[in-house]
Each structure stands twice: as structure tokens, then as C-alpha cells.
């Protein structure tokens, strides 16, 4: 099992190669919003830290969301170039689902992640979809969070690996968006 995982649904940008055995992980912590600028030139880095081609991979895992509207559209618009390119098997990673496996969150059933403007996005494991809730609503409190990546690669790994074994592959990869755009928001007004 060889997987490319990117994720750029955060500040932190997350480049890695997942394997049985051992992790090479190329991360740039706080990024900001120049992932467009960086992702490719990282992806290139880590094909040559670990001595590898896109061809060598088996899977390219990407998260889907939520997180930032553009780091997601980069992300995955990134990972459908090189399927183009070098077809591979998909894993899209939910950054909810991640969350809730990461040790540093202490393996909660909900996670949550700021979506600014007093809202959190929001996943619970007992079937509700993701959603939006607002900064006091109580379940939060009991919800992981995170502020970066890098807060739950622990549980991206978890996440491409579980489904690498299980054959859980995605046909596309489409990103998941819980509420419009701030530019589609700032459009209705």
C-alpha cells in the first residue's frame, strides 16, 4: 500500500506518503493561503525524499472538506490532475471523520472545525449530516476540535488506511461543501 495524501482544507498544507510500515510526510505548517503556490513543488519534494513516482502509488487520498472553500477546490482539482495524468485508485477523506479518529482529540464521536462568522462546522456519528451550529450551541462543547492539519494527520493516516483495507476507493473526488461561499453569501445581500 502506497498512498499520496494531500490535504489543503486548513492552513497547514499536508503532503504524505502513507504505507504499511512507514510515513514520509512533507507538511508546511501554517501556509496561510498560498497552496496553490506550494502543493505541486511539495509533491515534488516528497517523490524525491522517498525515492518515488506517481506511477509507484496505488491510491492518491485527498480531503474533500469541510474547510477553507479554495484550499479545498486546489486540493482536489490538484488530485484529479495527477488521476488524469497517472490513474490511481480515490480515497476522499471527510476532515470531520478525521478529526473524531485523531488521538489528539481524544477519539470523540463529533467533531467540529471553525467556520468563521460564529459558526462551527459540525459532524456527529449518530447519523446527523455534516452541519453548521453556531458558537454556543452546546454540543460543541463536547465535540473535538482542532485549529490545523497538522492538529489531526494522525487521523487523516487513520482514515486512508482504514479505507485503503476496507476498498472504500470513490469513483470522483467532489468536495464537501456545508454552506455557500462567503462571495455566494455576499451575492444574495
Known amino acids: 500500500m502506497k498512498i499520496l495524501l494531500i490535504d489543503t482544507t486548513t492552513k ?6 502513507v ?9 508546511k505548517p501554517k501556509l496561510g493561503t498560498r497552496h496553490s503556490e506550494s502543493l505541486c513543488l511539495t509533491v515534488e519534494e516528497l517523490l524525491a525524499t522517498a525515492d518515488i513516482s506517481l506511477a509507484d502509488f496505488d491510491a ?20 484529479k490532475g495527477y488521476n488524469f495524468a497517472c490513474p490511481k485508485k480515490l480515497l476522499a477523506l471527510n476532515t470531520l471523520e478525521a478529526i473524531s479518529l485523531s488521538a489528539n482529540c481524544g ?22 449530516a455534516p ?3 453556531s458558537y454556543d ?5 463536547s465535540a473535538g476540535s482542532v485549529a490545523n492539519a497538522t492538529d489531526y494527520f494522525d487521523g487523516l493516516i487513520a ?6 483495507n476496507c476498498g472504500e476507493f470513490d ?5 464537501l461543501y456545508i454552506r455557500k461561499s462567503q462571495a455566494e453569501e455576499l451575492k444574495k445581500a
Not at 482514515?159 to 485503503?164: D, W
Not at 469513483?171 to 468536495?175: D, G, I, K, R, Y
Open 131 to 133: 452541519c453548521l451550529i
Open 12 to 17: 497547514d498544507l499536508v503532503v504524505a506518503l
Open 159 to 164: 482514515l486512508a488506511k482504514r479505507k485503503f
Open 137 to 141: 450551541d452546546p454540543r460543541a462543547q
Open 60 to 79: 492518491y487520498a485527498c480531503a474533500i472538506g469541510p474547510g477553507s472553500f479554495t484550499g479545498i477546490r486546489i486540493g482536489v482539482s490538484t488530485v
Open 19 to 27: 504505507t504499511e510500515g512507514k510515513i514520509v510526510n512533507c507538511t
Open 171 to 175: 469513483n470522483v473526488l467532489e468536495p
Open 107 to 128: 477519539a470523540k464521536d463529533s467533531a467540529i472545525i471553525d467556520a468563521g462568522n460564529g459558526y462551527y462546522f459540525a459532524d456527529y456519528n449518530n447519523g446527523v
